[in-house]
């Protein structure tokens, strides 16, 4: 072999690791550059949540300060409230008619007497009867 071809050589073989250290190197940008995306959306995903969980807290905090300054009927109590509509039905026979011509919710009221020790509250038919279904 020629000195001139031992130096071509030599030359191809420099370029060919240079090309290969190039190339390493793209690759390991691009692998670094992979994961700080999935570690980006990671950490927006994680901030939506919080972000998410403190308006639910701020809603439910609202809605718990809402029921707070008004009074609440639990299901338990409601489900008391209607079997004694139910009964009382028989003993008002004004209360069909009165189904009849208006919506259900204006036949009767509600009345809610807080006191020191807790709030009693009461469900009163348009015929006066009363049943509390809260009590102290
Ligand atoms: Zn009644």
Request: hydrophobic share 30%.
């Amino acid at each position: 072999m020629s000195i001139q071809k031992t130096l071509i050589k030599a030359d191809e073989e420099k370029i060919n690791t240079l090309c290969d250290n190039v190339k390493k190197e793209i690759h390991r940008v691009f692998e670094k550059n992979i994961k700080l995306v999935e570690e980006n959306q990671a950490l927006h995903d994680e901030h939506y949540k919080d972000k998410k969980l403190q308006e639910m807290q701020k809603t439910l905090n609202t809605m718990r300060d809402d029921l707070n300054r008004g009074f609440s009927i639990s299901s338990d109590e409601l489900d008391a409230i209607k079997e004694w509509f139910d009964k009382h039905k028989e003993k008002d026979p004004g209360m069909e008619g009165k189904l009849i011509k208006y919506p259900k919710h204006y036949i009767h009221h509600y009345v809610f007497t807080p006191t020191e020790i807790g709030i009693v509250g009461e469900v009163v038919c348009h015929c006066g009867e009363k049943f509390e279904f809260q009590s102290l």
